[in-house]
Every structure is written in structure tokens, then in C-alpha cells.
């Protein structure tokens, strides 16, 4: 009878040490109500995230401390659980219970995200319930983290396809247009412009403005603007290479006034578009409803990163273009121009962590044409190849001829078989010419593929070499089965 007595005491020994520790140190918030609904329990938790102590409240109606909970119609929960039924409620249909501050300041929310089970409190399953248990759960910080984390995703989506689409060789208007329209997106801002230093000249040429601005500030058509003298806020960005924030323009004394007829600025941010030491020109918002953050700024200069390198391969293909490396039979890539390009290519490959390929193509056979059919047969074979190796890539991959009958191709990846895919495309355009009547020769081709990893990269030279190699390793293995 002493042990079962002495069990007794200490099962309620450990009910009171239990109950203690949820008063005291539980990580989160409890409040007991009776049947009527009155407070009788309130632990430490909740004192230290409503300010209220438990004496305070001891007693009162629920509803009385937090009238909320009527307005939103929450009573019911409480209401059913008298009836012996328990309720989840979670922060996505309801986003708190119990009206209790933010743990993070700032905070995007209003009060405490929280998570809350409303439990009908009764002796046993077989007695009456007695009143209720409201226990809170805060996820404010979980949620704010998720949210940030699914944002993340989304810029990166966004960085993603606007660095896709800088890389495809559009003009420099196309590319401000843009530019401005995913930097006033990521920011929220309502007018900006993406503007670039004329390298003769030395103004700021402005090939992009929102269409709205161009009517409000009187500027006429949709000309590029141009400013020969460096003022204001966004003169400031260029003059002292530094991006600026002012969320407050009118008391700012870098800001300098405005030229008659702009449109009012509350809010400006601005960067520089940098390559090396050079300003190639300025990513700049206005007037947002919230102040700019760091964290906008950091996206800003993201986008100045990615329009840096857009101008860099436009400005490379301008000069390219005029120098006229081309191979003037094939109308080709010279191994000079081939060459210039690949290195860009890689090197901005290697920061926007983008695998490419190299391919080594050798024309079989050339002697034997040149010598048994003539030079003439030997260009029309060059001729030929030149414009099968253009019919089998992209436009936006590099194809040369680097000498003789040699060929080479700088391609992008976009997949995990893309270097069995290509060459199985080329093969099977080779083969399909092949298959026409009246042909004076056939074309047979030797092909190597070294692959770029942006993880481990490589030099231009060390994978036209692995190329190489490759190439005459198939070539010899096609010669010892008879197939050249």
C-alpha cells in the first residue's frame, strides 16, 4: 500500500515539476481558461511578449483582454473547444491568434506569425471539459526566413534570365530597356534610367527611360537624352564612382536641385556600371513608396555587374566587326578572331559559372582532293563545311576557320548530353549531303570536344589542345577501320 501511495506522490510530484516548467521555461506561450472563458493560467512566455503579468489578468474574460478575438471571429474556436473539439490553427489562413508584438524589428509584420492549438481541457476523456488550453507556437522568424529564402529563388530566376538575355547579343538600347525594366521591378520603383558614357564623346548618353518620363519632363520622341555635364544625385554616382542611396533628395546636398520640368524625386538610388577602373555608365530608380534598402542596393549593383558585361561583349563585337577578322574564303572566323572572342567568352563563362565547349574539326581528305580534283574542288569542300558547321550551331556560338582544314567551334551548354547531341547533329548534316547524287566527293569529318567547367577552369590553349587531341584520336581510330 506504501509503494502504490508513494507512486501516487510522485506521479503528482512530477505533474507539478511539469506544469512548473511550462510556467517558468517553456518556449512557448500557454493561457488556461475556465468554462466562462476567464483567464486562469499564463506563463512566462506570454508575460514577456504582451507586457502583461498574470496577477493582471487573473480572472478576466479572454475577450475583454483581447477583444480582437471577437472582431476576427476567433471566439468560435473557443466556443467549439468547450464543446470538446480541438483546433489548429495555422499563421497561412490566419496569421496570429493572439495579438502579440513582432519579435523582429524591423518587422514586414504587423504582429507575432503564429501557429496555435486551442485544446479543450478536461480530467480524462470520460469527464467534462472544464475549460481551455491555447498554446502558441511563434514562427515570425521561420516564416521571415522562408520568404526571404523564396525571394532569393526569385532573383536569382530573374538574374538568371536577364544574364540569358544580355549574352545574346542584342544593341545597347535593347539592352538599357532591359535592364531598366527588371531593376524597376526588383525595386519596386515607379521611373529610372539606364544610361552609358559615350567613349568619344564623354556624355552620358540615356538610351532608356520609362515611356511615361519622356512626356512628363517634355523631352519629345523617344531619342536617347544626353547630358554633357555630371549634376545631382545621379552625377554624383558617375563624378565619385560610388552608388548613392537618398531616401530623402530634399535635404541631401549632393542632390543639387533639378533642371526645369523633371519630375519631382522623393527617392533615389543609383549605381555605376563598372568594368575594371572604367564607368562604362549608371543603373538608377526613383521614387519608391519605402525607403531603399541595403539589401535593393545590393541587387542594383548585381544588375550593374551583368550590364558590365554585356557592354564589354557588345563593345568586343563592335570590334571585332570593324577589324573584319573574318576568313574571306569561308566568311568564317579567322584563328585570330576565334581566338579573341573564345578568351571573353571564357572568361565571362567562368563568372557566370557557364559551361562551354570546344570543338577541334578536321576536313579528311583535303590532300587528296586538292591533288586529284584540283584547288578549286578543295575550296568548294572548305566552302561546304563552313556552311554545314553554320547550319549546325547556334547563332550565338563562335565558329572559325583556324587554318587549312581546320575548324573550330566555342559552343554554350544547355545540357547535360549537349556535346554527344552537337556532334551527333553535325554527323547526321554530313551524312544526309553525303546521300545526294552527283557529287564530286564526299566530306568526312574528324571530330574532338573538350569541355570548359567554370569550376576548374581551363585555358583557351589547354582545351584546343584536348580538342586536338581528341580529334586525331578518332580520326586514327576511323582510319584503322577503313572509314577514311
Known amino acids: 500500500m506504501n509503494d502504490i501511495?508513494?507512486?501516487?506522490?510522485?506521479?503528482?510530484?512530477?505533474?507539478?515539476?511539469?506544469?512548473?516548467?511550462?510556467?517558468?521555461?517553456?518556449?512557448?506561450?500557454?493561457?488556461?481558461?475556465?468554462r466562462r472563458l476567464r483567464i486562469r493560467g499564463w506563463n512566462r512566455w506570454m508575460e514577456r511578449h504582451s507586457g502583461m503579468q498574470r496577477e493582471s489578468i487573473d480572472g478576466q474574460l479572454l475577450f475583454d483582454v483581447f477583444p480582437e478575438l471577437a472582431e476576427r471571429k476567433l471566439d468560435r474556436y473557443y466556443r467549439g473547444a468547450l464543446e470538446g473539439k480541438p483546433f489548429f490553427l495555422t499563421h497561412v489562413f490566419h496569421q496570429y491568434v493572439i495579438p502579440l508584438r513582432s519579435p523582429?524589428?524591423?518587422?514586414?509584420?504587423?504582429?507575432?506569425?503564429?501557429?496555435?492549438?486551442?485544446?479543450?481541457?478536461?480530467?480524462?476523456?470520460?469527464?467534462?471539459v472544464?475549460?481551455?488550453?491555447?498554446?502558441?507556437?511563434?514562427?515570425?522568424?521561420?516564416?521571415?526566413?522562408?520568404?526571404?529564402?523564396?525571394?532569393?529563388?526569385?532573383?536569382?530566376?530573374?538574374?538568371?534570365?536577364?544574364?540569358?538575355?544580355?549574352?545574346s547579343r542584342i544593341d545597347l538600347p535593347e539592352m538599357a530597356v532591359l535592364v531598366l525594366e527588371h531593376a524597376q521591378k526588383l525595386t519596386q520603383s515607379p521611373t529610372g534610367f539606364v544610361a552609358t558614357i559615350d567613349r568619344q564623346t564623354g556624355h552620358l548618353v540615356i538610351p532608356a527611360l520609362p515611356p511615361n518620363i519622356h512626356h512628363q519632363c517634355h523631352l519629345g520622341g523617344m531619342e536617347p537624352v544626353r547630358f554633357t555635364e555630371f549634376r545631382g544625385l545621379w552625377g554624383w554616382v558617375l563624378l565619385q564612382k560610388t552608388p548613392v542611396i537618398a531616401n530623402d533628395p530634399n535635404t541631401d546636398p549632393r542632390a543639387g536641385g533639378l533642371p526645369q520640368g523633371h519630375i519631382p524625386i522623393h527617392r533615389f538610388m543609383g549605381v555605376p556600371v563598372f568594368s575594371g577602373e572604367e564607368v562604362l555608365g549608371e543603373?538608377?530608380?526613383?521614387?519608391?513608396?519605402?525607403?531603399?534598402?541595403?539589401?535593393?542596393?545590393?541587387?542594383?549593383?548585381?544588375?550593374?555587374?551583368?550590364?558590365?558585361?554585356?557592354?564589354?561583349?557588345?563593345?568586343?563585337?563592335?570590334?571585332?566587326?570593324?577589324?573584319?577578322?573574318?576568313?574571306?574564303?569561308?566568311?568564317?572566323?579567322?584563328?585570330?578572331?576565334?581566338?579573341?572572342?573564345?578568351?571573353?567568352?571564357?572568361?565571362?563563362?567562368?563568372?557566370?559559372?557557364?559551361?562551354?565547349?570546344?570543338?577541334?574539326?578536321?576536313?579528311?581528305?583535303?590532300?587528296?582532293?586538292?591533288?586529284?580534283?584540283?584547288?578549286?574542288?578543295?575550296?568548294?569542300?572548305?566552302?561546304?563545311?563552313?556552311?554545314?558547321?553554320?547550319?549546325?550551331?547556334?547563332?550565338?556560338?563562335?565558329?572559325?576557320?583556324?587554318?587549312?582544314?581546320?575548324?573550330?567551334?566555342?559552343?554554350?551548354?544547355?545540357?547535360?548530353?549537349?556535346?554527344?547531341?552537337?556532334?551527333?547533329?553535325?554527323?547526321?548534316?554530313?551524312?544526309?549531303?553525303?546521300e545526294q547524287g552527283d557529287l564530286d566527293f564526299p566530306l568526312s569529318l574528324s571530330i574532338g570536344v573538350a569541355r570548359f567547367d567554370p569550376l576548374n577552369p581551363l585555358p583557351l590553349e589547354t582545351l584546343m589542345e584536348e580538342a586536338d587531341r581528341r580529334m586525331y584520336a578518332e580520326k586514327s581510330g576511323r582510319k584503322a577501320r577503313g572509314n577514311i
Request: glycine share 4%.
Open 104 to 128: 523582429i524589428v524591423p518587422s514586414p509584420f504587423r504582429y507575432m506569425l503564429q501557429s496555435a492549438h486551442i485544446t479543450p481541457l478536461a480530467v480524462d476523456d470520460q469527464s467534462p
Open 283 to 434: 543603373i538608377a530608380v526613383a521614387n519608391s513608396e519605402e525607403p531603399y534598402t541595403s539589401r535593393e542596393l545590393l541587387l542594383l549593383k548585381r544588375m550593374a555587374d551583368l550590364l558590365a558585361i554585356a557592354i564589354d561583349r557588345k563593345r568586343l563585337d563592335d570590334e571585332i566587326q570593324r577589324l573584319a577578322l573574318i576568313d574571306p574564303l569561308t566568311q568564317l572566323a579567322n584563328r585570330r578572331q576565334f581566338n579573341i572572342v573564345a578568351e571573353k567568352e571564357l572568361k565571362m563563362a567562368e563568372r557566370l559559372r557557364t559551361p562551354l565547349y570546344v570543338l577541334f574539326i578536321d576536313l579528311d581528305g583535303m590532300k587528296w582532293i586538292n591533288d586529284h580534283l584540283g584547288h578549286s574542288a578543295g575550296d568548294a569542300a572548305l566552302i561546304e563545311t563552313a556552311n554545314l558547321l553554320k547550319n549546325c550551331f547556334r547563332a550565338s556560338d563562335v565558329i572559325a576557320r583556324i587554318g587549312g582544314d581546320e575548324f573550330a567551334v566555342l559552343a554554350m551548354e544547355s545540357g547535360a548530353k549537349d556535346a554527344n547531341r552537337m556532334v551527333e547533329r553535325l554527323k547526321m548534316a554530313l551524312q544526309a549531303r553525303n
Open 130 to 167: 472544464i475549460g481551455t488550453l491555447t498554446a502558441i507556437d511563434d514562427v515570425t522568424d521561420r516564416v521571415h526566413r522562408e520568404n526571404a529564402l523564396i525571394q532569393e529563388l526569385e532573383h536569382n530566376r530573374i538574374f538568371a534570365s536577364l544574364a540569358e538575355k544580355l549574352v
Open 5 to 34: 501511495s508513494n507512486a501516487i506522490l510522485d506521479i503528482h510530484s512530477l505533474n507539478r515539476a511539469t506544469l512548473r516548467w511550462l510556467q517558468e521555461f517553456g518556449h512557448c506561450g500557454l493561457i488556461v481558461t475556465d
